[in-house]
């Protein structure tokens, strides 16, 4: 089949939904950890993560249109620091429900059954069943006009993974971890590495 544009457009919703979702293959799958000043926390599922530099070590995520279920955002601009935590298979089915749209004040911890952890002088909430996971400070937003979204930066601060994961060259197994991914909208997947290549010259 070839699909053009006219007949992506003519799609149902949700199967354009899938569909684009689907084609651009494996994605991150991670869980974003923040709180608010009064102590509200919000725990959301994103397949948007990005490496953007190792110095300074950012990266970036997108963000869907905000809507009146959604605190992820103002959670970050008004704390200035969130948590990423990778998913494992073991739960794997709570990091899903994170992505439902429960009203704001509405802790999705409590509502999947997940540990909010705390470490010191960092505010905002880990996932302590997660094996790999890090924090990031604020640094820029950057509104996508073409559809709403918003890309937010930030920079990592402190990274929490057992030291068996971290190889002598500091690549992180993420395979050996555990870390889960995911395609489209609500398929994930265990992964097995084919090899590591050694660094490419000409």
Known sequence: ???TKDAIAAFERRYRANFINSLGGFK??????????????????????????????????????ATPFSSTLDNILE????????????????????????????????????TPEYLENIPAPFVRESTLKFACNFVQQTAIELNGTTLVIGQITTVLVPDTYVKEDGYIDIEEAGSVTTSGLDSYHTTTRIE?????KP
């Open 196 to 200: 590591r290549l050694p660094y490419a």
């Open 79 to 114: 704390q200035q620091c969130y948590t990423i935590n990778h998913v494992s298979p073991a739960f794997v089915q709570q990091a899903h429900q994170c992505s439902a749209k429960y009203p704001k004040g509405v802790s999705e911890f409590e509502q999947v059954g997940l």
């Open 28 to 65: 991150s799958l991670v869980l974003i950890g923040t709180n608010n000043s009064d102590g509200s926390e919000n725990l959301a599922t994103f397949s948007s993560l990005f490496h953007l530099g190792a110095d300074p070590a950012l990266c970036g995520i997108i963000l869907r249109p």
């Open 1 to 3: 089949m070839i699909y």
